[in-house]
């Protein structure tokens, strides 16, 4: 069955420091992967999409690889702010699903 | 501002009753989509609908409706509310984009309590 792993629970790092979340996922065709923002509670909120052809995109201080060798994406903030904490969600989907199916959610906690 | 609301927010209701969640977005957009959110779960799909009169079942459906009768709301009803499905629903719009989901849009939740 398809599956979508964000394989840390929660995350603590110090601020200024990178911190790095991981989303691996099995049985998807290759296919792009959005990265979501989460705030206790709120709705996700859209941060980054990168599709199967791409290897590496940013936006600020955000950088996300896609290893579709591998079948996994890693999710970067640099110089990372107690504002970074939040729980960030990786979804996923391939052509002609449209719909996305989302991980579980790493939760965030930048230390000051 | 174009934006996607849900109400109510918050919700106690008994086994047994029918509950609707409604969701209201003004962005124009054609696909609509319901999931619930539940702890060691994630987000699951409930029911999704790509346009006015279309609606499909996610991965979680039973117990649920839909229905679509204008590009802005998609009301999600209960029809016999369980203790299952205490929860908190989030509706979310994306723009239609041919074979792909497209970046989606939440609005801010519905926490429903099942007693």
């Given amino acids: 069955s398809q599956k979508i792993e ?7 790092i110090q601020e200024g420091k990178t911190a790095t979340l991981t989303c691996n996922y099995t049985n998807y065709s290759p296919a792009y992967l959005q990265w979501y923002r989460q705030d206790p ?9 990168i599709r199967e052809n791409e290897k590496e995109k940013r936006k600020e201080r955000l950088k996300v690889t896609f290893d579709t060798t591998l079948k996994q994406s890693l999710f ?9 904490s939040a729980t960030y969600l990786c979804a996923l989907d391939h052509f002609g699903n449209e719909k996305l199916t989302f991980g579980t959610g790493t939760r965030l906690t930048i230390i000051p | ?3 996607i609301t849900q109400s109510p927010r918050h919700k106690i209701t008994e086994t047994g009753r029918q509950v609707t ?3 209201h977005q003004t962005w124009n957009h054609n696909n609509m989509f319901w999931y619930r959110q539940d702890l060691g779960h994630g987000l699951r799909l409930i029911h999704y609908s790509y346009g006015v009169h279309d609606t499909n079942k996610g991965e979680v459906s039973d117990g649920y409706s839909v229905s679509r009768s204008n590009t802005e709301d998609l009301p999600l009803t209960l029809e016999s509310a369980a ?11 994306s723009e239609l984009s041919s074979g792909w989901a497209g970046e989606l849009f939440f609005g801010e939740g519905s926490r429903l309590t099942v007693l």
Avoid: K, M, W
């Fill in chain 1, 41 to 49: 509670g709120r709705g996700p909120v859209f941060l980054l999409l």
């Fill in chain 1, 6 to 12: 964000q394989n840390s629970e929660a995350l603590n």
């Fill in chain 1, 76 to 84: 970067h903030i640099t110089a990372s702010q107690p504002a970074d």
């Fill in chain 2, 83 to 93: 203790s299952s499905q205490t929860s908190v629903y989030f509706c979310a719009s």
């Fill in chain 2, 21 to 23: 969640l409604a969701c």
């Fill in chain 2, 1 to 3: 501002d174009a934006e």
